[in-house]
């Protein structure tokens, strides 16, 4: 087995509902290894995204462990969360999430900024990373002068300019249609054969097959964990092709 | 991770150095850098220029207020401490009534005139030979005088000769009258230097001296054309004409007091501002005696010296720098509670931004200095401007106001500290809720 990215050890989280505490979820535990890439099924209201923020360290669970890299990150402050999230964790959104005054190569230089790098540094990252996601050319442009397809290629970038050890993608392919999100998926093959540790939620049982593990959540609970067959879309050599083959 | 490394040295579109270091092994501090902060906070302002100019309008107005206010302030001081100080230290000031204050040019007596020509004449009987000269006098504003085909409104004083040496009044052209003038109530003149440019225009002062001009009708000969000098206070000594005081009486204005003669002023010079004290002394005893009166309160004259009229002017001016800078200063806290009020609208504005910051590695801090710069930024930069913006409407009005343009760096320096305490102030707070946002909350933000 490759290395152990994450473990999550009977996680809870319960949010106060005026006087009722509700149970969000009520003890979830997984392993995550290195260069999986994993889909997070369930319906609506069965804790993904709030698993996801856990995840993501944007929040603690109410009871449980995190393990992230051996590290228990499970009762920090929000100073040490943050340093966390910008070392270990790239979130690509449902909703893209560009800072809308920041050109495309601005956006993929935030995190890079809040490390600490030099200017220099982070520029070359930053075009680095545009070129991964082929859309170097239009690192002028603001957000809102590009497709919803091409903004979520642009939040790829900028998940992975620290080099994470984790990608969250909470519906990364839900304001896309169909041929725009097999492309994102296309992208996310890409990277996980390069080695990223990919976790994916979603409703769309087509994206979950093209993944090797499904997990699946119902009412705050694990419902099922399961490997199984990967099946990889159409358009994703071609995608892989266009983006990265023909630069290498 | 290695294959993304390897991945990422793809062959670049941008000129690249030579000694490219790869990502994994360049430093990085850990923190954001102030610099990267100011760039944050200088862009959200310029996203937002007007919003951002109208805020900042308040501590403009505020800032620029107290440094205008001040300039002006200070600029009409010491030009009433000019005036001041122009007649010298040395000098007395004897008129009517329990007191007040103005410089001694500008004193008529209020209410009854109880001084006369007798007072004075008893101060020259002193032969006190600390006194190096009596003048009093009485002065009549707004006089229609006129010379040939032209004619100009003057200030008519009638008074002794002394007056050149104890108002510093010296003539540039020809001379004084002397006292046996005032005795025989000659029709001399002694004109200012814009009295005899109005009346004989590009005439040489020297020949001015030997003309005549006419006073309600009367015909005077110009004995002297007087120097140009410093505006004293609110009046013009270049347009006074100053005649013997008995001719003032027989022929301009006569009043009585007990059948004799009065005098709005008596203006005594000593020799020694050493000795004005002592003098003050000697002829408030003198003026008692002579008015019979005995307890102060009764007195119904007052003497002044320089010293302590311009102590009472000084304050007064203090006073009203003071209290108007103190309006300008709420005007700048009301500057500051705009910045706050914009500030939290756009903390809210921008919950999301600030989520998605948060969500790729900002720390509160990073957050808390973003914002807060930003106010500091508009409130500093406010302050520049306003500190520009009232230098100007300073440098305009003190010359309209034809006073002195005092820069006072003091209060420049305090209104611009003051403008960033304002920000810093004002912005901490919507800062601090802006850090203390929760990140998940702040990212599903609508
Ligand atoms: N801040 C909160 N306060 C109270 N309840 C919350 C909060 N966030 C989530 N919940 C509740 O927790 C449950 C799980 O929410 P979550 O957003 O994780 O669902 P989800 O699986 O992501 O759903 P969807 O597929 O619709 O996105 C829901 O019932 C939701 O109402
Ligand atoms: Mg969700």
Known sequence: MSELILSLKDIKKAYQMGEEKFLALKGVSFNLYQGEMVALMGPSGSGKSTLMNIL??????????????????????????????????????????????????????????????????????????????????????????????????????????????????????????TQTGDEIMGLFHVLNDEGVTVLIVTHEPEIAEQTKRSIRLRDGLLESDQKHEQRRPHVASQVSTHYIGSSQ | MSDLAQSSKLPAVHEDDFDVIPFEEAPYSGRLSIFEILKIAWRSIRANMLRSILTALGVIIGVAAVVALVSVGNGVRQNVTDSFSSFGTNLLTISSGQGGFGPPGLVRGGGSQTLTIEDAEAIVALADDRIEGVAPANQSNNQQVKADANNTTATIVGTWPDYEKVQNAATQAGSYFGSTDVETRKRYAVVGSEVASDLFPDVDPQAVVGQKLKIANVSYDILGVLEEQASAGFNNPNTNIIIPLSTFIQRIE???????????????????????????????????????????????????????????????FSTLTTFLGAIAGISLLVGGIGIMNIMLVSVTERTREIGVRKALGAKPRDILSQFLLEAILLSCVGGLIGILIGIAIGYFSTDALSVPFVLSIPSMVLAFAFSAAVGIFFGFYPAQRAAKLDPVDSLRYE
Request: hydrophobic content about 40%; proline content about 5%; cysteine-free.
């Open chain 1, 56 to 177: 993501g360290i944007l929040d603690n669970p109410t009871e449980g462990d995190y393990l992230l890299r051996g590290e228990n990150v499970s009762k920090l402050d929000e100073f040490d969360r943050a340093e966390i999230r910008n070392a270990y964790i790239g979130f690509v959104f449902q909703s893209f999430h560009l800072l809308p005054r920041l050109n495309l190569l601005e956006n993929v230089e935030v995190p890079l900024t809040y490390a600490g790098y030099a200017p220099k540094v982070r520029r070359d990252r930053a075009f680095d990373m545009l070129e991964k996601v082929g859309l170097v050319d239009k690192w002028r442009n603001l957000p809102s002068q590009i497709s919803g397809g091409q903004k979520q290629r642009v939040a790829v970038a900028r998940a992975l300019a620290m080099n994470p050890a984790l990608l969250l993608a909470d519906e990364p392919t839900g304001n896309l249609d």
């Open chain 2, 254 to 316: 006569r009043n009585d007091y007990e059948g004799k003669p009065t005098v709005s002023t008596i203006a005594v010079k000593v020799e020694d501002p050493r000795d004005v004290e002592g003098v003050e002394a000697d002829l408030t005893t003198l003026m008692a005696n002579l008015h019979e009166k005995v307890s102060e309160d009764d007195y119904d004259f007052n003497i002044r010296n320089q010293a302590n009229q311009l102590e009472s002017v000084t304050a007064v």
